[in-house]
């Protein structure tokens, strides 16, 4: 084969290596550029690979030594240098793919390396010696395994993301495997010996002179390719370093506006878990950054809220990649339930998968329990009304009972078993009169007798009934401090008021326990207090019971003021004691405060205005003069007015008896029918609740025709209408027999000529 040149071997190695690692790093800017880039990309490195294997190829012959002299064919040189771009640019841009396989890998290798083997034999082909150059066929396998293999390892590396240093030596083992595929085939390569002179008829060709040119430009064309790639380097580099220092400066932008604004916001990954949120966020649910970045959101659910939002929230959102004002009850870290609503937005890629989901939370804790109170009060205002109107229904049935009654019992024979059935009878009336006043306590409607009262006093005078009521294994205990002021409510209603709530608190302790009275003075100011928030501010009298029972869950608690409601077996209670202490303190101008937590007991607050510095003096209470004479000419003459005949026909029944001249009139029209005839009355007595005209309205009509006529108003309300005439008398329904006697007694009495009668209002 002949001798070769050491350095021109060097520097073919040297070609190769340097096409190689410029080829390699041409080729990586393949994937990311665009179409028309990755054209230009793909052609320049395939150029570059291809005509360094090429150069590499004759300059490697340029080192061989012949005794014989040596020209290249024109056309299959060119055909060789072709032969090398097309197979390295094929195989490239095959292996440029998106998704490469193994095994498209080995293809484009294969492909690849057999172009270079047929490169190689075809510059061969292309000497023009004199004689035949011979190939051993073993060491054409050699070579051309050796070139599928660097080929291979070429196509592998070129789109592979290395650091200089791999990529440097994966240059180095590239170029000296083409190298090697070379000199491995050079030396099973058999070339003729002979004469100096050329053979006469063959074209000459390319000297040796015209391959140095030719392999030159293919460096230069290497060494400009490389250039290339430096500026774009290093251009790339700039733009590289300049978007990513505008990246982090938004980026922290982002973060630092993303963490401090005001509304809780936070991100979630693919899976669901916390990435960021917000020091909103944050201050809400009461947790470090780091106690929440990396965990589920539904770590901080309640169980139905997480459920909620695993079932049937995050599919909609992965969905529709979006989700509007979904509700979850959201623990915050020291147990605090929060109502919120949530919203958020997916983020995809390109190709549609999630990536991030953008959530903002709303706290409506507080308008949830705005609400929950208003529902609340509406209802209780509901139910206070339906009471109210049943009881005064009531009143009407039990005053006919009652005045029945004791007509029968001032008539009945003296027959002891007759007389035991109708004080039974009596006794059951009035408990449905004592039941009715509870109603009407609850719908704020009861006859109420507010005076100044020590409650202390008051308290320590009912000690001794409240233990018998209580029982032994219960333990009372008061706790009053000095200089209390005194209370404006009505002391028997408190009386019972206190009655009830330690009977409850009895109940609320089977095994014993302990009952504490207390009292204190305080203030509500302009913004309230959460338990006070509707009593308008000023200085209350507070009188708190307590117990050490079982307490009661919420629902018992929002429920336990509501007439009828009871925890306790059928027949063992009522359900209208809390409802009576709550109409109590409402309509004396305070407020029932109830709080409670299971296994804690239960304390129970009543707010009452405190009393005025002089005493009000009851209204109609002494308005007219003990010394006041009684009217002259007989029994007084009652005119009276009522829709409903049976209560009608009881009260006149009950006049009468009395030895009163009484007339009967049905609606406030036929009473003012009566009157226009001329008849003359000592007293009307009248319903308020009747249709068409109510008492108030047919009082108002009287007084427009006789000013002086006394007027009654039989009512089982104890509020009146803001129009009702101050010299009203009020007659409370069920009444009996002694207390209609003294109504008419007080209304026909007249005062003394030198008193002068103050209006005033019948509470």
């Known amino acids: 084969m002949g001798s070769h040149e050491p350095v021109l071997v060097a520097v073919s190695i040297l070609i190769a290596v340097a096409a190689s690692y410029t080829a390699l790093d041409l080729a990586g800017r393949i994937p990311r550029a665009r179409s028309v880039a990755k054209v230009g990309w793909l052609a320049t490195a395939a150029i570059v690979l291809g005509g360094g294997i090429w150069a590499m190829h004759f300059v490697a012959m340029l080192a061989l030594h012949l005794d014989a002299p040596v020209s290249y064919d024109i056309g299959l040189t060119i055909l060789s240098f072709t032969i090398a771009v097309v197979v390295t640019g094929a195989a490239l841009a095959l292996s440029s793919r998106s998704k490469v396989s193994r095994r498209s890998v080995l293809a484009a290798g294969c492909f690849m390396g057999l172009g270079i083997v047929a490169m190689h034999y075809t510059g061969m082909a292309a000497m023009r010696l004199n004689g035949e150059v011979t190939n051993d066929w073993r060491f054409v396998a050699i070579a051309t395994l050796v070139a599928i293999a660097a080929s291979t390892a070429a196509v592998w590396l070129a789109f592979r993301h290395h650091s200089l240093r791999q990529r440097v030596a994966g240059s180095l083992a590239l170029g000296i495997g083409i190298s090697g595929m070379h000199y491995v085939a050079m030396f099973g390569t058999t070339l003729p010996v002979s004469s100096h002179e050329m053979i006469p008829d063959i074209d000459p060709g390319i000297d040796n002179i015209d391959i140095v040119i030719a392999v030159t430009a293919a460096t230069f064309v290497i060494l400009a390719?490389?250039?290339?790639?430096?500026?774009?380097?290093?251009?790339?580099?700039?733009?590289?370093?300049?978007?990513?220092?505008?990246?982090?400066?938004?980026?922290?932008?982002?973060?630092?506006?993303?963490?401090?604004?005001?509304?809780?916001?936070?991100?979630?990954?693919?899976?669901?878990?916390?990435?960021?949120?917000?020091?909103?966020?944050?201050?809400?649910?009461?947790?470090?950054?780091?106690?929440?970045?990396?965990?589920?959101?539904?770590?901080?659910?309640?169980?139905?809220?997480?459920?909620?939002?695993?079932?049937?929230?995050?599919?909609?959102?992965?969905?529709?990649?979006?989700?509007?004002?979904?509700?979850?009850?959201?623990?915050?870290?020291?147990?605090?339930?929060?109502?919120?609503?949530?919203?958020?937005?997916?983020?995809?890629?390109?190709?549609?998968?999630?990536?991030?989901?953008?959530?903002?939370?709303?706290?409506?804790?507080?308008?949830?329990?705005?609400?929950?109170?208003?529902?609340?009060?509406?209802?209780?205002?509901?139910?206070?009304?339906?009471?109210?109107?049943?009881?005064?229904?009531?009143?009407?049935?039990?005053?006919?009972?009652?005045?029945?009654?004791?007509?029968?019992?001032?008539?009945?024979?003296?027959?002891?078993?007759?007389?035991?059935?109708?004080?039974?009878?009596?006794?059951?009336?009035?408990?449905?009169?004592?039941?009715?006043?509870?109603?009407?306590?609850?719908?704020?409607?009861?006859?109420?007798?507010?005076?100044?009262?020590?409650?202390?006093?008051?308290?320590?005078?009912?000690?001794?009934?409240?233990?018998?009521?209580?029982?032994?294994?219960?333990?009372?205990?008061?706790?009053?401090?000095?200089?209390?002021?005194?209370?404006?409510?009505?002391?028997?209603?408190?009386?019972?008021?206190?009655?009830?709530?330690?009977?409850?608190?009895?109940?609320?302790?089977?095994?014993?326990?302990?009952?504490?009275?207390?009292?204190?003075?305080?203030?509500?100011?302009?913004?309230?207090?959460?338990?006070?928030?509707?009593?308008?501010?000023?200085?209350?009298?507070?009188?708190?019971?307590?117990?050490?029972?079982?307490?009661?869950?919420?629902?018992?608690?929002?429920?336990?003021?509501?007439?009828?409601?009871?925890?306790?077996?059928?027949?063992?209670?009522?359900?209208?004691?809390?409802?009576?202490?709550?109409?109590?303190?409402?309509?004396?101008?305070?407020?029932?405060?109830?709080?409670?937590?299971?296994?804690?007991?239960?304390?129970?607050?009543?707010?009452?205005?405190?009393?005025e510095a002089a005493a009000k003096k009851s209204v109609g209470s002494d308005a007219y003069s003990a010394s006041a004479k009684v009217m002259e000419g007989g029994q007084a003459r009652v005119l009276v007015v009522d829709d409903d005949p049976l209560v009608l026909s009881a009260t006149s029944a009950m006049l009468e008896d009395l030895n009163y001249r009484v007339t009967e009139a049905s609606s406030g029209k036929a009473a003012l029918a009566v009157l226009d005839t001329g008849a003359d009355f000592d007293v009307v007595l009248t319903d308020q609740a009747m249709p068409g005209m109510t008492g108030v309205q047919l009082a108002a009509a009287i007084r427009e025709r006789r000013p002086n006529l006394p007027i009654i108003l039989g009512t089982g309300y104890a509020e009146l209408p803001q129009d009702a005439n101050a010299g009203v008398l009020r007659l409370g329904k069920p009444f009996g027999r002694e207390a209609l006697h003294r109504a008419i007694d007080t209304a026909t009495h007249r005062p003394p000529d030198n008193v002068v009668n103050l209006p005033s209002r019948i509470g």
């Not at 139910?383 to 009881?391: K, N």
């Open 225 to 611: 390719a490389a250039l290339m790639a430096a500026v774009h380097d290093r251009r790339s580099s700039r733009l590289m370093e300049r978007e990513a220092l505008l990246w982090r400066e938004g980026e922290e932008r982002y973060r630092t506006l993303y963490r401090r604004t005001p509304l809780p916001l936070h991100s979630l990954n693919a899976e669901g878990r916390i990435e960021q949120v917000s020091d909103s966020w944050l201050d809400l649910l009461g947790y470090g950054r780091e106690e929440v970045v990396g965990r589920p959101l539904t770590d901080f659910m309640t169980v139905d809220s997480a459920r909620r939002r695993t079932d049937e929230h995050w599919p909609q959102l992965l969905d529709t990649g979006e989700l509007r004002e979904a509700e979850y009850k959201l623990i915050a870290r020291d147990g605090r339930v929060l109502d919120c609503i949530l919203s958020a937005v997916a983020e995809r890629d390109s190709e549609g998968r999630l990536t991030k989901t953008l959530c903002g939370l709303i706290n409506v804790t507080e308008r949830r329990q705005a609400e929950e109170a208003l529902r609340q009060a509406q209802k209780l205002e509901a139910i206070g009304r339906l009471t109210g109107g049943i009881a005064h229904d009531f009143n009407n049935l039990l005053a006919v009972i009652v005045g029945n009654l004791e007509l029968a019992r001032k008539r009945a024979p003296d027959e002891p078993r007759l007389i035991a059935l109708l004080d039974n009878t009596m006794q059951a009336a009035q408990r449905g009169a004592a039941l009715t006043q509870r109603m009407l306590a609850f719908a704020r409607r009861q006859d109420l007798n507010p005076e100044p009262v020590d409650v202390p006093e008051l308290v320590l005078g009912m000690a001794d009934l409240m233990r018998r009521s209580i029982g032994p294994s219960i333990q009372i205990e008061t706790r009053f401090p000095l200089g209390l002021p005194r209370a404006r409510v009505d002391s028997n209603q408190l009386e019972l008021a206190l009655l009830n709530l330690a009977v409850n608190a009895r109940d609320a302790m089977p095994d014993g326990g302990t009952i504490t009275i207390a009292a204190r003075e305080e203030v509500i100011v302009a913004d309230g207090e959460p338990d006070s928030e509707e009593l308008p501010p000023n200085h209350y009298f507070c009188l708190s019971v307590t117990d050490t029972g079982t307490g009661m869950d919420d629902d018992t608690l929002n429920r336990a003021a509501e007439p009828f409601f009871t925890t306790k077996g059928v027949g063992k209670g009522t359900g209208l004691g809390l409802a009576m202490v709550h109409g109590l303190a409402a309509q004396s101008g305070g407020r029932l405060v109830l709080s409670s937590r299971p296994g804690k007991g239960t304390t129970a607050s009543i707010y009452l205005p405190l009393a």
